[in-house]
């Protein structure tokens, strides 16, 4: 079965939870995605509607991996025995709980300004989503929902893999799923419209529930959504929805953020590259988000093909330029593009575009020429990073230079190889873009919500 919207998944969902009724449940939407999925099942059984709000707690050095969770008024549920196999203290712990407790807070007030969460103790609570890959959100949202007193959590979906249906089995009372495929690499491709969910349809979703459940002869009044609080920072995996493609992503932003810079990884790579992990940290020490993502899905990681498809590469790149833009808080920010590898070509032929965002570029190691035509296009500053060892790629980066109109400038790093190993080589090329982005991300901006004169 395959579905039309959230909102056609959470009709098809809503008609497995007629038995739920007489239990008087209160649904839970995971924000953004799950709600306009939860809205349907709170309407069809007349439950109250709210959002869950969770932060998973990523293990310090491995953030995708959750130590813990934490929720409003407080919650926080730890691995103690994962964070005493990985080593990680109280000071660590209190560290990380900080940071995420802060977006927490601004996440809550987004979606809820003044009004305080629809009480769960003693109550049959139903979480829900738009589907599940890994799960570890729902997870959370399951445990969270659990310490604030629910009487019996249920995890409704309509679509997951089934080896993850058994493993969410383990923490809720009750799993409801539509759809239960042996093999799924991604959430997307079971719904012909995945578009991202906007704050804006959260908001509207949940003030057509608050009405619709309202007591007769209660009044309840309605106001206007609450003004955007003061982005705190952020520093966690995301899911990126491009096309029908879910993506693996890694999203960090200081508070007083200048810029984003997207990174675009070669073949074989993804965003766990450890050479752009490095990278990224050099750039946040310098007022730069990163994003580090997947350009590819795990199973078309498979096809060799698509690791050289630059059209493909360059396109999802830009799907995930688009995609970070939707946050309120991040829409303003200039962006720039790291590529290293074929992942450069990627990076150009999404700047080559007319309506490109793109505000510098940078390359290491990369395959400018692979671009092709594209490269005229380009528009925004590049430079092109190439060690003086890697004598071939050397060779190509100069040739497609000539081929470049925008302010562009080919680095040589002496001695470095290819993939930049030699001691210093990769701290030479991290220091060099990290000079290119700010001196062209640092112009005057619109002060976005950073209280910013």
Same mark, same amino acid.
């Given at each position: 079965?395959?579905?039309?919207?959230?909102?056609?998944?959470?009709?098809?969902?809503?008609?497995?939870?007629?038995?739920?009724?007489?239990?008087?449940?209160?649904?839970?939407?995971?924000?953004?995605?799950?709600?306009?999925?939860?809205?349907?099942?709170?309407?069809?059984?007349?439950?109250?509607?709210?959002?869950?709000?969770?932060?998973?707690?990523?293990?310090?050095?491995?953030?995708?991996?959750?130590?813990?969770?934490?929720?409003?008024?407080?919650?926080?549920?730890?691995?103690?025995?994962?964070?005493?196999?990985?080593?990680?203290?109280?000071?660590?712990?209190?560290?990380?709980?900080?940071?995420?407790?802060?977006?927490?807070?601004?996440?809550?007030?987004?979606?809820?300004?003044?009004?305080?969460?629809?009480?769960?103790?003693?109550? &049959?609570?139903?979480?829900?989503?738009?589907?599940?890959? &890994?799960?570890?959100?729902?997870?959370?949202?399951?445990?969270?929902?659990?310490?604030?007193?629910?009487?019996?959590?249920?995890?409704?979906?309509?679509?997951?893999?089934?080896?993850?249906?058994?493993?969410?089995?383990?923490?809720?009372?009750?799993?409801?799923?539509?759809?239960?495929?042996?093999?799924?690499?991604?959430?997307?491709?079971?719904?012909?419209?995945?578009?991202?969910?906007?704050?804006?349809?959260?908001?509207?979703?949940?003030?057509?529930?608050?009405? $619709?459940?309202?007591?007769?002869?209660?009044?309840?009044?309605? @106001?206007?959504?609450?003004?955007?609080?003061?982005?705190?920072?952020?520093?966690?995996?995301?899911?990126?929805?491009?096309?029908?493609?879910?993506?693996?992503?890694?999203?960090?932003?200081?508070?007083?953020?200048?810029?984003?810079?997207?990174?675009?990884?070669?073949?074989? @790579?993804?965003?766990?590259?450890?050479?752009?992990?490095?990278?990224?940290?050099?750039?946040?020490?310098?007022?730069?988000?990163?994003?580090?993502?997947?350009?590819?899905?795990?199973?078309?990681?498979?096809?060799?093909?698509?690791?050289?498809?630059?059209?493909?590469?360059?396109?999802?790149?830009?799907?995930?330029?688009?995609?970070?833009?939707?946050?309120?808080?991040?829409?303003?920010?200039?962006?720039?593009?790291?590529?290293?590898?074929?992942?450069?070509?990627?990076?150009?032929?999404?700047?080559?575009?007319?309506?490109?965002?793109? @505000?510098?570029?940078?390359?290491?190691?990369?395959?400018?020429?692979?671009?092709?035509?594209?490269?005229?296009?380009?528009?925004?500053?590049?430079?092109?990073?190439?060690?003086? $060892?890697?004598?071939?790629?050397?060779?190509?980066?100069?040739?497609?230079?000539?081929?470049?109109?925008?302010?562009?400038?080919?680095?040589?790093?002496?001695?470095?190889?290819?993939?930049?190993?030699?001691?210093?080589?990769?701290?030479?090329?991290?220091?060099?873009?990290?000079?290119?982005?700010? &001196?062209?991300?640092?112009?005057?901006?619109?002060?976005?919500?950073?209280?910013?004169?």
């Amino acid at each position: 079965m395959r579905f039309s919207d959230r909102r056609d998944a959470g009709m098809k969902l809503a008609t497995l939870m007629g038995r739920f009724r007489d239990e008087r449940p209160i649904v839970l939407g995971l924000p953004r995605g799950g709600v306009p999925v939860a809205f349907e099942v709170a309407r069809a059984l007349n439950a109250p509607l709210d959002v869950i709000v969770v932060r998973k707690l990523g293990l310090p050095s491995q953030p995708e991996l959750a130590m813990g969770a934490i929720g409003e008024d407080g919650i926080r549920i730890v691995n103690e025995d994962l964070c005493r196999r990985a080593g990680v203290g109280a000071a660590e712990l209190a560290n990380v709980e900080r940071r995420e407790r802060a977006e927490l807070a601004r996440r809550a007030k987004r979606f809820r300004g003044e009004r305080r969460p629809v009480p769960i103790a003693g109550r &049959t609570v139903i979480v829900v989503d738009d589907g599940l890959a &890994t799960g570890s959100t729902a997870l959370a949202a399951l445990q969270v929902a659990r310490a604030h007193g629910a009487e019996r959590v249920v995890l409704a979906v309509p679509v997951a893999p089934r080896e993850t249906l058994r493993e969410m089995e383990l923490h809720a009372d009750e799993v409801v799923c539509v759809e239960a495929p042996p093999n799924m690499a991604a959430i997307g491709p079971w719904y012909a419209d995945f578009t991202q969910t906007t704050d804006e349809e959260v908001l509207r979703l949940l003030g057509a529930a608050e009405g $619709a459940t309202a007591r007769p002869g209660r009044s309840r009044t309605h @106001s206007a959504p609450p003004p955007d609080v003061p982005f705190t920072g952020c520093d966690e995996e995301v899911d990126l929805v491009v096309g029908s493609t879910r993506l693996g992503a890694h999203l960090a932003v200081p508070a007083r953020a200048i810029g984003i810079v997207v990174f675009a990884h070669g073949s074989g @790579s993804s965003r766990h590259s450890p050479r752009n992990r490095y990278v990224a940290s050099v750039l946040r020490e310098a007022g730069l988000g990163t994003l580090l993502f997947d350009l590819l899905s795990p199973s078309e990681a498979l096809e060799r093909a698509n690791v050289f498809d630059v059209p493909l590469l360059g396109s999802r790149l830009s799907g995930a330029i688009d995609a970070v833009r939707t946050d309120a808080a991040l829409t303003t920010l200039p962006i720039g593009v790291f590529g290293a590898s074929t992942g450069a070509a990627a990076a150009l032929w999404a700047a080559g575009d007319p309506s490109s965002p793109i @505000s510098a570029v940078v390359s290491r190691g990369g395959r400018p020429d692979l671009a092709g035509a594209r490269l005229g296009s380009v528009r925004a500053p590049t430079l092109l990073i190439v060690g003086g $060892a890697d004598t071939d790629v050397l060779d190509l980066n100069r040739m497609a230079a000539t081929s470049l109109r925008c302010p562009h400038r080919i680095e040589v790093i002496p001695g470095a190889t290819h993939l930049f190993e030699e001691p210093g080589a990769l701290a030479a090329a991290a220091s060099l873009g990290r000079d290119w982005f700010v &001196t062209r991300m640092s112009s005057p901006r619109i002060a976005h919500q950073r209280g910013e004169g």
